[in-house]
């Protein structure tokens, strides 16, 4: 055997000078070799650390053992056990903070990590291309509904199908997916692959009901009438504006609304598509974390010559994943790190020109650790801008929660559930994923999901039996 | 897929159509509005409700076409199909007994007035109606609304109907005759910005139903967000009536405006292609 090599095995990529002018996928997978070069990197550890910061506990060894092995179907197989969702989580989760981050090879110096999310979507990329049988279970457990089709009601409807149940998801959108569909560009995550592993899903005998808005189209009420649980993943969807002066110039968007249009409506294929969106020369995205290199990476391929991101803290505390930071950094955006916007400036139009902000220092840390900026005195600046998106975080929609108010919520108007449980205040109604904690991860959301189907089986068993008695 | 089953012109530019949608039949209220797309390349456009029929399970939509979407939606007939509609979406009219109330319509805002007109007269209030229109013809829904009505006023500009001028001039006479304690006014944003206007010279609350660009129409983007007593508002959920005097005008006249080029582009693309396709 060759000798274990320091370095992940690298993935190929667009180049940067071709890649910031398309929205095509930006990194282009392994080939079935370099994955099982890199799966023989793998240690193959008892007590693999990796499994346990997974979040839904794949097997990892398992399915990078089979790999090495040439078998893809078996690493698809132990795949499936564990997640409905591989080659999107492949992609877009956070490796370096969950199983890569304590990774035993990468524990010692020398080594990187086994490239773990690059594997699962080589596997998962694999299984797409082979022919699907969905084997539907019979559906007589039980009935349940899932709300909002984002990865954490995929996740929990996928399990309970394949536990028996009869199960609809109720989408608000034209298109599943939640943030897989309108949040995270092409370039990252494209929408075939989404829409194929959503396909799985359905294949399983999943029902999915578009364009219900649940609150508004039918209540909670009837919900709970109708079906045995239901399971709320309605996700923190509301964007969240610093409400400075200029706000509302026109010119400035939320990260929420510009990236629906790019990715949800087509807005990059306008006007072969009918939704437009802003053709922009310089833009300055507010914000650190992956949403705002989205955005500004948008922004760049819609024909931008000057994109900046704009962050109140420094690179050290940069909330983004990595890898989106390098890719952001090859694709020629700029940085404007420890700065905060104050005001949007207008040419007398209402039409934005310009963003004030100031520089900030970083004094004690704050209760998330971090350390907290301050604004330095006389230290503004001025960038030039057309287009402003502003991507600090969203909040919980209150479509659906205004119109039950029974259910109880958090100081910060999220759903009061029990992450261990998903139970909320009221028996029957689970709640998981962004809903709950407030804007986090995918693979996270999918955590919830997994926990919400189980006990959602258990208390419909529990239930049904206690009316037996 | 919503059939459309029946399809009216209501006026030069201005369709009626009738969408099978029963979910949406039953839950909507006066004031509230569906959002559609007409196919895959689709954009998503906010409709108000104008009726409904639970029974027969459609919604009643009207709408006037000014680009590429509703120029599109005009060439729909009845049997064929729109891919998505949703709704009912933002908030309902407050309905209740007032007592004697003001609605004041103009152009294809007549539309959105209507089902509060009906709303507040089966409610049990006095109810005073104004409309306004270009000239007769663009006049829609006279006689649904004076159906509701205990009195209607027509405004033309043209006096081609009803009496010569603008609403507002109706709004005083009856101000000034007797007392209203609530106003409603939907149509043109400076339309409404003046019938405000006229109704704070009378100290009479007045809602506006407010129309911005919308895209996805659930609270999710902000794209219809308004300033209203200094707070940042989304229309779509928080409204889209607001009172008129808390309302900043001209921010909200300004936004209306922001796709202008790429609203021109699709519809002379859109021309192009009917015209090259007979």
Redesign the interface.
Known sequence: MAKRSYTKTPMKEQAPEIRKHNFDEVALGYTLEEGQLEASRCLQCKNAPCIDKCPVMIDIPGFIQAIAEGDMSQAYEVLSRYTNLPAICGRVCPQEKQCEMVCRLGRSKKFEPVAIGKLERLVADWALDQPYEAHEVGQNKGRVAVIGSGPSGLTTAGDLAKLGYDVTIYE???SPGGVLT?GIPEFRLPKKIVKQEIDRIIAQGVNLE????VG???TMNEIIEEFDACYLSVGA???R?Q?IKG??L?GV??S??YL??VNL??GYQ???????V?KSENVVVIGGGNVAMDAARSAKRLGAENVSIVYRRSLEELPAREEEYHHSVEEGINYHWLSNPIEYLDDG??RLTAVKCMQMELGEPDESGRRRPIVIPGSEFIIEADTAIEAIGQGA???LLDTFPELALNKWGYIDADEESCETSIPGVFAGGDIVTGAATVILAMGAGKIAANEIDQYIQKTKQEQLV | MFKVLERKELAPTEFEILVDAPRIAKKAKAGQFVILRIDEYGERIPLTVVDTDTEAGWVRLIFQVIGKTTAQLATVRAGEALRYIVGPLGKATDIENYGTVLLVGGGVGIAALFPIVKALKEAGNRVITILGAKNAELLILQEDCAKYSDELILMTDDGSIGQKGVVTNAMEAVFKREEVVMTWAIGPSIMMKFCTLTAQKYNTPIYVSLNPIMIDGTGMCGGCRVTVADSIKFACVDGPEFLGEEVDWDEFVNRMQQYRPEEQLSNERYEKQVNANG
Not at chain 1, 210 to 213: R, S
Not at chain 1, 270 to 276: G, I, N, R
């Open positions: 608000a959108l034209h309108y578009t364009n219900v808005v508004k189209t039918i969807g509301a964007p504006f409400g706000t509302s026109n968007y939320s929420s609304e629906t249009r409506m087509h306008f006007p072969q598509y009918d939704t437009p802003q139009n209402g929609n209150k479509v």
